[in-house]
């Protein structure tokens, strides 16, 4: 239908067939009375942050509509919302409103279908909704086509919100409407009436949702926990723990080359696979390089480890530091069928006898003793490598400097001539010989229990998400609810 303005002779149209009370003439924006078809007053157009037009269309909840008129409503000096009225092809209206970026679809609602609880509450389909705010407004500009004559004198709005909905009580002179509404995002509008751009959002909305749905996310987080659970005991049952490769490998086998190992099969879910290692070093060092190789992926992880074991005997007390033993873990490994690949070597401890008929070593490791065929008798410091020569035992016995006291404090009254004769056929085998300390080491692997660490983590980062989320929820509403007269949380 056309409308020909009475003041400029404009044609303004519109597709929908519904009864027109007044129009703002889109030419010289007079408020057209069709009755009359004379102007009721010139009203300012509707333009900041306006994004839809008259007569534009779009799809909400499956229903297509029509912007048949647009008010730009003004709450005192400076506070602006805009509402677009909506009408589908059968004639029902609706409403979009956008106030700082935030959209509420709105429908018209009957007095009677919500009932009073208090003052400030009341119920909808067993749904309580609190009093928010109560906002005196007027009209500041309009353009469109509109059912009933425009009230520009002050308006009564009354909010009551639940959540992402609310019921709106409008009340203009003897008019007393009700509206349901519900949030709607920015990127719905977009979408539903095909637009660029759209006001950014500025504050909380009165019906913004929170950016995480708690009650979703509580039940996603407790599925995904009984799932974890379900899976972590199938894990758990599904195997045994048992020692799974032992081997015991000689130092000369694989020095300066590798060896690989015998295989073993793992079967069960991903667990850490325990390495020990053990040699007989004294006072010395061995190093072992280990290669853990998945047959069936070819796939290696590789490790190297030190055995280190010193001793010995300083000012006046013993001491002692390392081990013959070292133990590693290769994490989470997996079911199928291994082998490891082996290098090591160690430190070689060498004591010349070439020269010597006779030698005796402390229990301690601390002192060698020898006695050459001369007579002339020798000690070593183990420690610091230190030697002093002594012409016989005897001259050894008398001596007062630290090395002769080092031996009195360690032999104390032992018979230092018997002590030498008792090695002697060893040491006239040994005569250029090298001595080795522990010639192998001993490998063995354990698959430990499924470790529930991970699972642990997991179960805690799944608590900690959701106490951030709920505290952040209700930090939202605070600030959601900072505006209203009636807010549920204390005011501080």
């Known amino acids: 239908m056309d409308y020909v303005c009475p003041i400029c002779k404009t044609e303004n149209k519109h597709e929908i067939n519904f009864p027109v009370g007044e129009y703002v003439c889109r030419s010289c924006s007079n408020l057209i009375s069709t009755v009359k078809n004379s102007s009721q007053k010139v009203v300012r157009k509707p333009v900041e942050n306006v994004v839809l037009n008259i007569g534009q269309k779009g799809v909400i909840d499956q229903a297509e509509y029509s912007v048949i008129g647009i008010i730009v409503r003004k709450y005192g ?29 709105l429908l ?24 928010y705010e109560t906002t005196e407004c007027h009209i500041d500009a309009a353009a469109g086509f509109f059912e009933d004559a425009l009230n520009f004198n002050i308006a009564t709005y009354k909010e009551y919100v639940n959540g ?12 007393n409407e009700h509206f349901f509404g519900s949030h709607i995002s920015k990127y719905t509008v977009k979408k539903a009436f095909e637009i660029s751009d759209l006001p950014n959002y500025s504050g909380i909305g009165i019906v913004q949702p929170f950016y995480v749905n708690i009650k ?13 659970c379900l899976l972590q005991l199938y894990v758990y049952t599904s195997r045994t723990n048992y020692s799974v490769f032992e081997q015991t490998v000689r130092f000369e086998d694989v020095k300066n080359k590798e060896m690989a190992s015998k295989s073993f099969t793992l079967s069960g879910g991903s667990a850490p696979l325990k390495v020990n290692l053990h040699s007989a070093v004294d006072n010395s060092w061995a190093n072992v390089q280990l290669s853990l190789v998945n047959e069936n992926t070819n796939e290696a992880v590789y490790t190297s480890k030190d ?8 000012d006046g007390e013993n001491w002692s530091e390392g081990s013959t033993t070292e133990e590693f873990n290769f994490c989470g490994v997996a079911s ?17 006898t070439t020269s010597a008929s006779n030698y005796y070593i402390s229990p301690d490791g601390n002192i060698t003793l020898s006695r050459e ?7 070593v410091n183990n420690n610091t490598r230190e030697s002093v020569a002594f012409g016989d035992l005897e001259t050894l016995k008398k001596d ?62 799944m608590l900690i998400f959701f106490i951030a989320c709920y505290w952040g929820n209700r930090l939202f509403s605070i600030s959601k609810w900072s505006e209203s007269s009636n807010s549920p949380y204390t005011q501080s």
Not at 108 to 131: A, C, E, H, V
Not at 373 to 379: A, E, Q, R
Not at 415 to 430: F, G, K, P, R
Not at 433 to 439: F, P
């Open 164 to 175: 992402t909905e609310m019921i709106s009580q409008e009340q203009s002179g003897s008019s």
């Open 336 to 352: 199928g069928k291994y082998h490891f690949v082996i290098s090591a070597e160690k430190q070689e401890t060498i004591i010349s």
């Open 108 to 131: 018209p609602m009957p007095i009677g279908k919500f009932r009073k609880k208090s003052s400030k509450q009341i119920i909808l389909n067993d749904r309580t909704y609190r009093w």
């Open 77 to 105: 000096s400076g506070t602006f919302w805009r509402e677009y009225y909506l009408k589908d092809q059968k004639g029902n209206n609706a409403f979009l409103s956008e106030s700082n970026g935030h959209w509420v679809f």
């Open 307 to 314: 055995i280190e074991e010193y001793h010995g005997y300083e």
């Open 400 to 461: 007062q400097s630290a090395m002769g006291s080092l031996v009195s404090k360690t032999f104390g009254k032992q018979n230092l001539d018997s002590l030498l004769n008792i090695n002697t056929t060893l040491s006239e085998a040994s005569q250029n010989t090298v001595i080795r300390d522990g010639s192998s080491v001993d490998i063995k692997a354990t698959w430990l229990p499924v470790s529930f660490w991970n699972f642990g983590i997991i179960l805690g980062l």
């Open 216 to 228: 979703q996310t509580i039940n996603i987080l407790c599925i995904a926990a009984l799932l974890i």
């Open 373 to 379: 065929p001369s007579g002339i008798v020798n000690v």
